[in-house]
Structures are given as structure tokens and as C-alpha cells.
């Protein structure tokens, strides 16, 4: 069976911020508005740093994550395509492009 393995935070401080601003743009109340700015900036869903690179996430939230070491971006990225992967399947088929491989 699978386990995840726990890989200690470095950069506690920047590490937080970057995911309370996943974990709050992915709330019932958000996801909506994010997935709007996704479209409208012809990105893909999972395209976590050209979205972080325009600024949909905020540009604090891009600079927090520029100063993470590789492992806490690495784990930083999962969550983020766990978030993506969480969104509700009415909003997923509303916004199928973004989803779409290609």
C-alpha cells in the first residue's frame, strides 16, 4: 500500500502563505472566479507556474513561492494539482477546456 512520505517544510513562513492562497482559491466561494481568470488568460488548469508567472494567484503568493527550496515547491505543486483535482464535477465540465490535455 501506498504512504506518503513526510518531507519536513524548510521555509515554514512562505510555504504557508503560498498554500492558504491554494487552499482559499479553491474554497466553495472562489473556484468560480479563478476558473473565470483562467479562461480568460487562455491558460490549462494545471499549468501551476504560468499561473503563478500572471499573477492569478496574486503576485505576493508568486514572490512567497520563488523563495521556497525545490521540495517545498514540489510539495507545494502537489497540493496545488490535488486542489485541481478536487473541483467539483459540475464546474469541471462548465470549464472542460481548461481540464483538457491539449
Known sequence: MYEKV???IEDQKSFGEVHAAIAHTFSAGAVQDFLKSIHRASLRI???EDILNQGILGVPV??????????????IREFYLASVESVSLDL???YLKLYSPY
Open 6 to 8: 513526510l518531507i519536513p
Open 46 to 48: 494545471r499549468s501551476f
Open 62 to 75: 508568486a514572490a512567497a513561492y520563488n523563495q521556497l527550496g525545490d521540495a517545498d515547491k514540489g510539495q
Open 92 to 94: 469541471r465540465a462548465k
